[in-house]
């Protein structure tokens, strides 16, 4: 079955250093996704990325995060100078269609020091 | 936006037990989903259950979206369906198809041997 997939697994950075999260959604996926979920809180969205542009975003989703679909295939989230409160997990999730489901990633771990 | 509600927020049953967990939703939505989130994090789809009954082995789920509610059922409990439960339905009702999903808090299911 085909999946969405997140490198790297882990990353560890130090406060105010730019990060990239990588995404490769589902190939024939038309809307994606980034969530995040600090440890032992709900899942949170940040924004929705449709026809090579951001349809919805959240108030997490400030000046420090930006997203872009650089190629066909890749869907990268990228934190200017993270903080300390950007630790969490970050999904990427796609769907084909508007009334479809949500298929996420396994998720990629930061942590800023 | 639409608030998601989620009840029990922990239960510990012993293997081989039957549990139901319930998803309240604030407003009639056209989506609805259940994921699991193993130890390692994941996120895995279990259900995309915008009405009715769906089943799939020892889970099954209904959603009755005119009284904004969702269950989702596991029979014959094995330490392997520990982990978190989230029902996740539309942000909003007026959100486009790019629109992401608002979380509930979960359900911690521990399953003791």
């Known amino acids: 079955e085909p999946e969405v997939t997140q490198t790297p697994s882990h990353q560890v950075t130090q406060m105010g250093q730019e990060v990239i999260l990588r995404c490769v959604p589902i190939?024939?996926?038309?809307?994606f996704y980034w969530y995040r979920q600090i440890l032992g809180q709900k899942v949170e969205f940040l924004v929705s990325f449709y026809n090579n542009e951001i349809s919805e975003k959240s108030e997490i989703f400030d000046d420090q995060f930006s997203v872009e679909r650089p190629d066909g295939s890749n869907f990268t989230l990228k934190i200017r100078s993270t903080k300390l409160e950007d630790s969490a997990m970050y999904f990427c999730a796609s769907k084909s269609l508007m009334d479809s489901p949500l298929h996420f990633g396994n998720g990629t771990r930061l942590t800023v020091t | 936006g639409i608030q998601v509600e989620q009840s029990p927020p922990d239960l510990i049953l012993q293997e081989g037990a039957n549990s139901t967990l319930r998803c309240n939703f604030s407003?009639?939505?056209?989506?609805l989903q259940w994921f699991h989130q193993n130890p390692w994090g994941q996120l895995i789809n279990l259900f995309y259950i915008p009405s009715g009954t769906k089943q799939n082995g020892r889970l099954s789920a209904t959603t009755v979206a005119t009284e904004r509610y969702s269950l989702l059922y596991i029979s014959s409990s094995q330490t392997t369906d520990s982990g978190v439960y989230f029902c996740?339905?539309?942000?909003?009702?007026?959100?486009?198809?790019?629109?992401?999903?608002?979380f509930g808090k979960g359900t911690h299911l521990i399953i003791q041997p």
């Open positions: 407003d009639s939505v056209n989506n």
């Open positions: 996740a339905a539309p942000r909003s009702l007026t959100g486009g198809g790019a629109d992401g999903l608002t």
């Open positions: 190939s024939n996926h038309l809307y």
